[in-house]
Protein backbone atom coordinates (compact mmCIF):
# COMPACT_ATOMS: atom_id res chain seq x y z
CA UNK A 1 0.00 0.00 0.00
CA UNK A 2 0.86 3.62 -0.70
CA UNK A 3 0.34 6.58 1.08
CA UNK A 4 -2.04 8.29 -1.46
CA UNK A 5 -0.61 11.86 -3.19
CA UNK A 6 2.97 12.30 -1.75
CA UNK A 7 4.90 9.74 -4.63
CA UNK A 8 6.16 12.39 -7.01
CA UNK A 9 9.74 11.91 -8.57
CA UNK A 10 10.84 15.58 -8.86
CA UNK A 11 14.57 14.44 -10.14
CA UNK A 12 16.38 12.15 -11.94
CA UNK A 13 19.76 11.99 -13.33
CA UNK A 14 22.39 10.11 -13.84
CA UNK A 15 26.45 10.64 -12.73
CA UNK A 16 29.87 8.67 -13.70
CA UNK A 17 30.53 7.40 -9.96
CA UNK A 18 33.57 5.57 -8.55
CA UNK A 19 32.49 3.14 -6.39
CA UNK A 20 33.76 3.85 -3.05
CA UNK A 21 35.06 0.33 -2.36
CA UNK A 22 35.78 -1.44 -5.68
CA UNK A 23 37.05 1.62 -7.10
CA UNK A 24 35.11 0.68 -10.65
CA UNK A 25 33.39 3.36 -12.17
CA UNK A 26 29.37 2.69 -12.71
CA UNK A 27 26.20 4.60 -13.21
CA UNK A 28 24.17 6.06 -10.76
CA UNK A 29 21.10 7.54 -10.77
CA UNK A 30 19.57 9.87 -8.53
CA UNK A 31 16.42 10.03 -8.02
CA UNK A 32 14.37 12.34 -5.50
CA UNK A 33 10.81 11.62 -4.49
CA UNK A 34 8.53 13.93 -2.39
CA UNK A 35 7.26 12.04 1.12
CA UNK A 36 6.01 15.25 2.78
CA UNK A 37 5.70 18.44 2.82
CA UNK A 38 8.98 20.05 2.31
CA UNK A 39 10.66 16.38 2.66
CA UNK A 40 11.74 13.95 0.25
CA UNK A 41 13.85 10.81 0.04
CA UNK A 42 16.64 10.76 -2.07
CA UNK A 43 17.86 7.32 -3.89
CA UNK A 44 21.18 6.95 -5.10
CA UNK A 45 23.72 4.02 -4.00
CA UNK A 46 23.97 3.11 -0.60
CA UNK A 47 21.74 4.14 2.64
CA UNK A 48 18.57 6.28 1.72
CA UNK A 49 18.80 10.11 2.59
CA UNK A 50 16.27 11.88 3.71
CA UNK A 51 15.74 16.08 3.38
CA UNK A 52 13.73 18.60 5.01
CA UNK A 53 14.28 22.00 2.66
CA UNK A 54 12.66 25.10 3.01
CA UNK A 55 13.48 28.77 4.31
CA UNK A 56 15.99 27.26 6.83
CA UNK A 57 18.02 25.72 4.39
CA UNK A 58 18.67 22.15 3.88
CA UNK A 59 18.76 19.27 6.67
CA UNK A 60 20.14 16.02 5.50
CA UNK A 61 20.00 12.72 6.56
CA UNK A 62 22.75 10.64 5.83
CA UNK A 63 25.27 11.22 2.81
CA UNK A 64 25.68 7.90 0.88
CA UNK A 65 29.17 7.60 -0.49
CA UNK A 66 31.87 10.60 -1.02
CA UNK A 67 32.02 10.16 -4.93
CA UNK A 68 28.69 11.11 -5.00
CA UNK A 69 28.45 14.23 -3.28
CA UNK A 70 28.47 16.42 -6.26
CA UNK A 71 25.27 14.06 -7.87
CA UNK A 72 23.43 14.57 -4.49
CA UNK A 73 24.02 18.25 -4.31
CA UNK A 74 22.53 18.83 -7.59
CA UNK A 75 19.30 16.59 -7.26
CA UNK A 76 18.89 19.11 -4.10
CA UNK A 77 19.48 21.85 -6.07
CA UNK A 78 16.68 20.66 -8.04
CA UNK A 79 14.35 20.51 -4.65
CA UNK A 80 15.56 23.74 -3.47
CA UNK A 81 18.39 26.06 -3.73
CA UNK A 82 18.98 26.97 -0.20
CA UNK A 83 22.47 25.62 1.55
CA UNK A 84 23.40 22.18 3.59
CA UNK A 85 23.27 23.60 7.21
CA UNK A 86 23.00 20.01 8.73
CA UNK A 87 23.41 16.72 7.79
CA UNK A 88 22.37 14.22 10.90
CA UNK A 89 23.71 10.14 10.74
CA UNK A 90 21.41 7.77 11.60
CA UNK A 91 24.51 5.48 12.32
CA UNK A 92 28.10 5.10 11.28
CA UNK A 93 28.68 2.99 8.28
CA UNK A 94 30.32 4.10 5.47
CA UNK A 95 26.97 3.97 3.26
CA UNK A 96 25.32 6.43 5.55
CA UNK A 97 28.23 8.83 6.38
CA UNK A 98 30.70 8.65 3.05
CA UNK A 99 29.72 12.21 2.35
CA UNK A 100 30.56 13.75 5.38
CA UNK A 101 33.92 15.03 4.80
CA UNK A 102 32.54 16.98 1.70
CA UNK A 103 29.71 18.71 3.03
CA UNK A 104 31.16 18.93 6.22
CA UNK A 105 34.14 21.29 4.50
CA UNK A 106 31.25 23.02 2.23
CA UNK A 107 30.50 24.52 5.90
CA UNK A 108 27.26 22.18 6.46
CA UNK A 109 27.32 21.27 10.79
CA UNK A 110 27.44 16.55 11.13
CA UNK A 111 25.49 16.06 14.02
CA UNK A 112 25.43 12.33 15.24
CA UNK A 113 24.48 9.93 18.10
CA UNK A 114 28.32 9.66 20.54
CA UNK A 115 28.84 6.02 19.40
CA UNK A 116 28.70 7.23 15.61
CA UNK A 117 31.74 9.69 16.00
CA UNK A 118 33.94 7.08 18.65
CA UNK A 119 33.31 3.94 15.73
CA UNK A 120 34.45 6.73 13.02
CA UNK A 121 37.17 7.90 15.04
CA UNK A 122 39.06 4.50 15.07
CA UNK A 123 39.42 1.34 12.57
CA UNK A 124 36.74 -0.85 12.70
CA UNK A 125 36.61 -4.72 12.30
CA UNK A 126 33.07 -6.27 10.50
CA UNK A 127 33.13 -9.71 11.50
CA UNK A 128 30.27 -10.52 9.44
CA UNK A 129 32.18 -9.51 6.01
CA UNK A 130 35.77 -9.98 7.33
CA UNK A 131 35.96 -6.39 6.46
CA UNK A 132 38.53 -3.60 8.03
CA UNK A 133 37.50 0.33 8.10
CA UNK A 134 40.55 2.58 8.74
CA UNK A 135 39.63 5.70 10.83
CA UNK A 136 37.62 8.49 9.06
CA UNK A 137 39.34 11.86 8.46
CA UNK A 138 38.92 14.68 10.63
CA UNK A 139 36.66 16.55 8.88
CA UNK A 140 34.02 13.87 8.15
CA UNK A 141 33.38 13.41 12.23
CA UNK A 142 30.23 14.66 13.62
CA UNK A 143 31.29 17.88 15.13
CA UNK A 144 28.15 18.13 17.63
CA UNK A 145 26.91 14.29 19.83
CA UNK A 146 24.12 13.53 21.88
CA UNK A 147 23.32 10.63 23.68
CA UNK A 148 19.44 10.07 23.83
CA UNK A 149 17.95 12.58 22.10
CA UNK A 150 18.49 15.78 19.77
CA UNK A 151 16.00 18.21 18.52
CA UNK A 152 16.10 20.69 15.32
CA UNK A 153 13.83 23.35 14.77
CA UNK A 154 13.97 24.09 11.43
CA UNK A 155 11.90 24.69 7.99
CA UNK A 156 8.69 24.98 10.45
CA UNK A 157 8.85 21.11 11.83
CA UNK A 158 10.34 19.80 14.96
CA UNK A 159 12.51 16.80 14.02
CA UNK A 160 13.54 14.87 17.07
CA UNK A 161 16.63 12.56 16.27
CA UNK A 162 15.87 9.32 18.85
CA UNK A 163 18.96 6.89 20.07
CA UNK A 164 17.61 3.49 19.85
CA UNK A 165 20.33 0.95 21.79
CA UNK A 166 21.70 -2.22 20.43
CA UNK A 167 19.87 -2.66 17.61
CA UNK A 168 21.59 -1.77 13.88
CA UNK A 169 24.74 -0.93 15.57
CA UNK A 170 25.10 0.83 18.87
CA UNK A 171 24.72 4.01 17.86
CA UNK A 172 21.57 4.09 15.83
CA UNK A 173 19.32 7.15 15.65
CA UNK A 174 15.30 7.33 14.65
CA UNK A 175 14.95 10.38 12.85
CA UNK A 176 10.84 11.84 13.09
CA UNK A 177 9.63 14.87 10.49
CA UNK A 178 6.94 15.22 13.28
CA UNK A 179 5.01 17.98 11.10
CA UNK A 180 5.86 16.43 7.65
CA UNK A 181 4.96 13.22 9.58
CA UNK A 182 7.61 11.33 8.19
CA UNK A 183 10.15 9.03 9.68
CA UNK A 184 13.93 8.29 8.74
CA UNK A 185 14.88 4.44 10.31
CA UNK A 186 18.00 4.23 9.05
CA UNK A 187 19.43 0.45 8.77
CA UNK A 188 16.70 -0.22 11.57
CA UNK A 189 14.35 -0.78 8.60
CA UNK A 190 15.87 -3.21 5.64
CA UNK A 191 12.81 -2.68 3.47
CA UNK A 192 11.64 -6.08 1.24
CA UNK A 193 15.22 -7.26 2.23
CA UNK A 194 16.26 -8.95 5.14
CA UNK A 195 18.43 -6.34 7.61
CA UNK A 196 21.84 -6.83 8.26
CA UNK A 197 22.64 -7.02 11.57
CA UNK A 198 26.07 -5.85 12.84
CA UNK A 199 26.96 -7.41 15.83
CA UNK A 200 30.66 -6.83 15.61
CA UNK A 201 29.28 -2.95 16.12
CA UNK A 202 27.12 -4.01 19.27
CA UNK A 203 23.70 -4.91 16.78
CA UNK A 204 21.15 -7.32 17.97
CA UNK A 205 17.63 -8.90 16.90
CA UNK A 206 16.41 -7.97 19.91
CA UNK A 207 16.98 -3.97 19.69
CA UNK A 208 15.66 -4.06 15.72
CA UNK A 209 12.30 -5.26 17.37
CA UNK A 210 12.68 -2.71 20.07
CA UNK A 211 13.64 -0.13 17.09
CA UNK A 212 10.31 -1.08 15.04
CA UNK A 213 8.20 -0.44 17.82
CA UNK A 214 9.11 2.52 19.35
CA UNK A 215 8.94 3.98 15.19
CA UNK A 216 5.40 2.28 15.43
CA UNK A 217 4.35 3.77 18.25
CA UNK A 218 5.22 7.62 16.36
CA UNK A 219 3.72 6.55 13.65
CA UNK A 220 0.23 6.78 12.18
CA UNK A 221 -1.35 5.00 9.31
CA UNK A 222 -0.24 8.43 7.06
CA UNK A 223 3.43 8.48 7.84
CA UNK A 224 5.97 8.02 5.23
CA UNK A 225 8.80 5.86 6.81
CA UNK A 226 12.17 6.16 4.72
CA UNK A 227 13.97 2.59 5.53
CA UNK A 228 17.84 3.38 4.80
CA UNK A 229 17.84 0.45 1.97
CA UNK A 230 14.37 0.06 -0.48
CA UNK A 231 11.15 1.96 -0.81
CA UNK A 232 9.24 4.33 1.21
CA UNK A 233 6.92 2.46 3.55
CA UNK A 234 3.84 2.85 5.38
CA UNK A 235 3.14 1.81 9.13
CA UNK A 236 1.66 -1.48 7.83
CA UNK A 237 4.49 -2.37 6.00
CA UNK A 238 6.99 -1.83 8.83
CA UNK A 239 4.20 -3.60 10.93
CA UNK A 240 4.82 -6.61 8.67
CA UNK A 241 8.60 -6.14 8.74
CA UNK A 242 8.45 -5.92 12.56
CA UNK A 243 6.55 -9.17 13.18
CA UNK A 244 9.12 -11.03 10.70
CA UNK A 245 11.49 -10.23 12.92
CA UNK A 246 9.69 -11.24 16.20
CA UNK A 247 8.22 -14.49 14.51
CA UNK A 248 12.02 -15.50 13.40
CA UNK A 249 13.80 -14.76 16.82
CA UNK A 250 11.09 -16.75 18.62
CA UNK A 251 11.54 -20.02 16.17
CA UNK A 252 15.43 -19.49 17.16
CA UNK A 253 14.82 -19.06 20.51
CA UNK A 254 12.54 -22.41 20.58
CA UNK A 255 15.40 -24.20 18.21
CA UNK A 256 18.13 -23.33 20.69
CA UNK A 257 16.18 -24.29 23.80
CA UNK A 258 16.15 -27.83 22.25
CA UNK A 259 19.69 -27.92 22.04
CA UNK A 260 19.99 -26.96 18.35
CA UNK A 261 23.65 -25.85 16.99
CA UNK A 262 23.70 -23.04 14.81
CA UNK A 263 23.92 -25.46 11.58
CA UNK A 264 21.00 -27.34 12.82
CA UNK A 265 19.42 -24.01 13.38
CA UNK A 266 20.06 -23.43 9.71
CA UNK A 267 18.74 -26.97 8.47
CA UNK A 268 15.34 -26.20 10.27
CA UNK A 269 14.68 -23.32 7.77
CA UNK A 270 13.21 -20.79 10.38
CA UNK A 271 12.64 -18.11 7.69
CA UNK A 272 11.16 -19.93 5.11
CA UNK A 273 8.30 -18.75 5.15
CA UNK A 274 9.62 -15.10 4.22
CA UNK A 275 12.49 -16.10 1.90
CA UNK A 276 10.79 -15.21 -1.07
CA UNK A 277 9.83 -11.41 -0.21
CA UNK A 278 12.74 -10.83 2.41
CA UNK A 279 15.41 -13.51 1.27
CA UNK A 280 16.65 -12.38 -2.36
CA UNK A 281 18.56 -9.30 -2.08
CA UNK A 282 21.73 -8.21 0.15
CA UNK A 283 21.70 -10.57 3.04
CA UNK A 284 20.44 -14.50 2.61
CA UNK A 285 18.51 -16.41 4.69
CA UNK A 286 21.36 -18.65 6.41
CA UNK A 287 22.95 -15.04 7.07
CA UNK A 288 19.78 -14.22 8.49
CA UNK A 289 19.52 -17.28 10.60
CA UNK A 290 23.25 -16.00 11.78
CA UNK A 291 22.44 -13.26 13.20
CA UNK A 292 19.67 -14.14 15.31
CA UNK A 293 21.19 -16.84 16.39
CA UNK A 294 23.98 -14.74 17.47
CA UNK A 295 21.83 -12.35 19.30
CA UNK A 296 19.77 -14.74 21.19
CA UNK A 297 23.46 -16.34 22.03
CA UNK A 298 24.66 -12.96 23.38
CA UNK A 299 21.36 -12.43 24.75
CA UNK A 300 21.71 -15.11 27.52
CA UNK A 301 25.11 -14.46 28.15
ZN1 LIG B 1 24.20 0.20 8.13
Not at 141 to 150: S, Y
Not at 172 to 200: C, M, Q, W
Amino acid sequence: MRIKGVLVVVATLSVLAVQADAQEEQQVTITVEQVGTGTYALFGRGGNIGISAGEDGIFLVDDQFAPLTPAILEAIKRVDPGPVRFVINTHFHGDHTGGNENLGKQGALIVAHDKVRERMSVEQFNEAFNRTTPPSPKDALPVVTFGNTVGFHLNGDEIRGIHVPGAHTDGDTVIYFRKANVIHAGDLYFNERYPFIDLSAGGSVFGMIDAANLMLQLADEETAIIPGHGPVANAEELRAYRDMLATIRDRIAALIEEGKSLEEVVVAKPTEEYDEVWGNNFIKPEQMVGFVYDSLKAHKN
